[in-house]
């Protein structure tokens, strides 16, 4: 999966070992967006990197969770070891312009927009972001997508059709 390659590197920078876990049981043909859920997966993994100190970790994982009448239920899932999210910031941490606190601003640099994007992503993709989190102890992030099996047939049709 290239979002891993993407900060493999980056997490080695920081010191951070870097995990990523897919589960063998998915299909290897989903029909998906394929470029929001990258993009989503990039921001939440990013903020990860940034939040996690030296010597953390980070975990991502997809998990299957069930298969019902050609849809598979997947559990997309980034935990890190970072500085955690105070729980009264919880409740608004998807909204625009939000972030923790004024000295978290300046250290970490950020609009405090990424999250608010990434949670009307998986909106529009008819699921929502969850999170837990705890001061000083890290913060995982999920959501689960509900998403076509095709065949490979189907796959290569598809990649010729977005060519034309």
């Excluded at 299909?27 to 903020?47: A, E, F």
Aim: aromatic share 8%.
């Amino acid at each position: 999966m290239n979002v891993f390659e993407l900060f493999s590197n980056r997490a080695d920078d920081n010191k951070i070992t870097f995990t990523i876990n897919i589960n063998k049981d998915i299909p290897t043909c989903l029909l998906s967006d394929g470029i929001r859920i990258r993009q989503v997966l990039s921001n939440l993994i990013s903020n990860a990197i940034k939040f996690t100190n030296e010597n953390g970790e980070i975990d991502f994982k997809v998990s299957f969770i069930q298969e019902k009448n050609n849809l598979i239920k997947l559990r997309f899932l980034v935990k890190d070891s970072g500085i955690g999210i105070p729980s009264t910031k919880l409740a608004n941490i998807f909204e625009p312009f939000i972030q923790v606190d004024n000295e978290s601003n300046r250290k970490y640099e950020g609009t405090g927009l990424g999250l608010s994007i990434c949670s009307h992503i998986v909106k529009l993709l008819n699921s929502r972001i969850e999170i837990l989190s705890q001061i000083d102890e890290g913060s995982s992030f999920w959501f689960d997508l509900d998403l076509e099996v095709c065949s490979n047939d189907e796959k290569k049709k598809k990649k010729i059709d977005k060519k034309i």
